[in-house]
């Protein structure tokens, strides 16, 4: 059995895979074009709920090309405590009323929607606005023409605009990719993801309300699954036919329970997701001409784990997710270096999304699929 050891993560890395650590002692002066006095982006996190307090603000301290350097709420008591616990000093704190003023703060370089997905293109388009480069939450709204709203705002203001998708920053989706491009286990011909847990909180929260999420499983985990087969197969897919399940309308009131959908790849490969509010599952598994390859877990905050059919052990040493996201994202400003997730990979995966919705509502009808090769791709 091979472990994938520190040296090979440091071959991956030195390819462009959350290189941060490496690029430590690197001077900052190479490639620096318009941000070159920048040392440090500031971010500010949009929205201060389990996501900004758990993740993000715990990674902002570790991140080396960003820092946390503002706050916007609606909860004026989590003011007083944020500042007090990051440092932040009041000018860099808004409310969503006055948000805007942003415009006029330098500290803050970019803006992170961190809201429910009702609420992330209002407020990307807002930040874009005010000249800030923005990162949006998944999934990227709750249509395709709010997608394209953000991805035109950011256009005509001249900002760039990265998605929260920070598996594409962790070595293990890169091993993956490497994977498909290398044609280790020789074409693709089946792929599977799942990603799925179990709701049983509040039936009020906004997760279960259709305004406000957009839809249910598929739009909170289900962009992951779909992405694990774009990338286990290094194709858009070109249809789709999906299937819903529910067996707790009491709870999923508003919102699908269970979804399974089956891809079709423009080389032949098939592709298999099923994404759940209702249990527990997150893997995915990709067999070629010549072996397999699998995550489990695939998608969650790591650390995840992998084998292939050489007997391989995938595994990496583990950093947080989200750090590697944001100092992605920071160097992809900073140094012009490439977007990872990028606004049309979030557009691309809404144009899924909604296809799925369209095929269970025409009793599981294949919808075709019409993407330019490798649109939403990131770099
Ligand atoms: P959350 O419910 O914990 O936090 C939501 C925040 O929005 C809260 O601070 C709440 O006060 C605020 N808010 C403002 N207006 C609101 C309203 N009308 N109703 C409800 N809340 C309102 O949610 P979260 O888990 O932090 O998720 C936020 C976003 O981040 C979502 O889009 C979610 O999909 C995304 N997310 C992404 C990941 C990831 O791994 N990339 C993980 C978790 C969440």
């Excluded at 774009?230 to 009491?250: C, H, K, L, M, W």
């Amino acid at each position: 059995m091979k472990i994938i050891s520190r040296r090979n993560f440091n071959s991956l890395t030195a390819k462009g895979l959350g290189g941060a650590a490496l690029l430590s002692s690197a001077p900052f002066a190479c490639a620096m074009g318009a941000n070159q006095d920048k040392k440090k982006l500031g971010i500010a996190l949009v929205g201060l709920g389990s996501y900004s307090t758990y993740q993000l603000a715990p990674a902002l301290q570790d991140t080396q090309y960003c820092y946390l350097a503002g706050i916007v709420t609606g909860t004026p008591e989590k003011e007083k405590i944020w500042a007090d616990k990051y440092g932040i000093p009041e000018k860099n704190i808004y409310n969503y009323q006055n948000f805007d003023d942003i415009a006029n703060n330098e500290d803050i370089d970019v803006v992170y929607v961190v809201l429910p997905n009702s609420m992330h293109a209002e407020f990307s388009i807002r930040a874009a606005k005010a000249g800030k480069h923005v990162i949006c939450e998944k999934p990227m709204g709750i249509s395709v023409e709010e997608c394209t709203a953000i991805i035109e705002a950011c256009n005509e203001a001249g900002v760039k605009l990265g998605m929260g998708y920070r598996l594409h920053s962790e070595p293990y989706t890169q091993q993956v990719k490497e994977y498909v491009k290398e044609k280790t286990f020789g074409d693709i011909l089946f792929v599977s993801a799942d990603a799925a847990y179990r709701s049983t909180g509040n039936p009020d929260q906004w997760r279960l309300n259709k305004e406000m999420s957009g839809g249910g499983a598929l739009m909170n985990m289900g962009v992951y699954a779909v992405q694990s087969t774009i990338y286990g197969t290094g194709e858009n897919p070109i249809s789709v036919a999906a299937q819903e399940f529910s067996t707790r309308p009491d709870y999923f009131k508003d919102t699908d329970e269970t979804i399974t959908a089956q891809f079709k790849f423009p080389s032949g490969a098939v592709g298999n997701i099923t994404t759940s509010h209702n249990f527990n599952a997150n893997a995915m598994y990709a067999s070629g001409t010549s072996g397999w390859f699998r995550l489990q877990p695939a998608n969650n905050y790591g650390p995840l784990s992998g084998e292939t059919s050489n007997g391989d052990t995938i595994k990496f040493p583990h950093e947080s997710q989200q750090k590697l996201q944001m100092d992605d994202f920071a160097r992809h400003v900073l140094f012009d270096e490439p977007n990872k997730a990028p606004g049309e990979m979030g557009k691309r995966d809404m144009m899924i999304v909604e296809a799925i919705y369209r095929s269970i509502a025409n009793g599981g009808e294949t919808i075709a699929l019409d993407f330019e090769p490798g649109y939403g791709f990131g770099g």
